[in-house]
């Protein structure tokens, strides 16, 4: 008697089955991401962050604003430990600035120990080295080999189509990003304001 294997269990099953149950597993797949990114709208900490967009349109989806923000540059230290690696996952450490906006006070592989309250954000190493915003606005580009860029998944925000120019050609300092983190580091844009203005929220769906 023949050991059954999955690949004869599956010829066995009609074509159509087969069709609406990948169909079912991938719509499963879709929900699952949505009511993740919906749970970090809902629960997460909020943020504010100072941003400085970059790029205004992408054709296909619309009009959109690609977004830096002071964090994503940060000390790496110096202290002779083993260099980060552009794509190396890492776990950033926040505070606050004297205006209430986010910055980076620690950078590490793993979760800080004795975080506490602190928002830890997770995030991705791009590249080694660049230029930071120092607490006075002002570029700082002096020993730059020590500095990761970091990215957040934060760097893009879509809106209405014909609005992204005007986004983009605003001046930097009267934007701002309130993003939500939750508890395992995981962020999304909550809203996009213009002068402390909301301009844009993004709905939990």
């Known amino acids: 008697m023949r050991p059954f294997s999955a690949d004869a269990i599956a010829k066995k099953v009609p074509l159509l089955w087969r069709a ?4 079912l597993l991938l719509c499963v797949a879709l929900l699952v ?6 749970r ?21 989806r619309g009009d959109y604003v690609v977004l830096a923000y002071p964090i994503s540059t940060v000390e790496a230290g110096q202290d002779g430990a083993r260099p980060y690696r552009p794509g190396e996952p890492v776990f950033v450490t926040l505070g606050r600035d004297e205006q ?10 793993e979760w800080p120990k004795g ?7 997770a995030g991705r190493v791009t590249s080694i080295g660049g230029c930071a ?15 990761l860029r970091i990215a957040y998944g934060l760097e893009s925000y879509f809106v209405p189509q014909g609005e992204g120019k ?9 934007i701002e990003i309130v993003a939500a983190v939750s508890a395992a580091g ?11 203005k909301p301009i844009y929220q993004e709905p939990p769906y």
């Open 20 to 23: 609406g149950a990948a169909a």
């Open 115 to 121: 975080s506490g309250d602190a928002v830890v954000i």
């Open 166 to 174: 005007a986004i983009e050609t605003t001046d930097k300092a009267r």
């Open 186 to 196: 995981d962020a999304a844009i909550k809203r996009l304001l213009i002068d402390g």
């Open 40 to 60: 970090i709208l809902r629960n997460g900490a909020e943020i504010r962050l100072k941003t400085v967009p970059v790029d205004p349109r992408d054709l296909f």
């Open 33 to 38: 991401l949505v009511e993740q990114r919906a």
């Open 100 to 109: 209430g906006f986010a910055r980076a006070t620690g950078v590490s592989r």
């Open 133 to 147: 915003i120092n607490r006075d606005g002002e570029t700082e580009c002096r020993d730059s080999r020590h500095r």
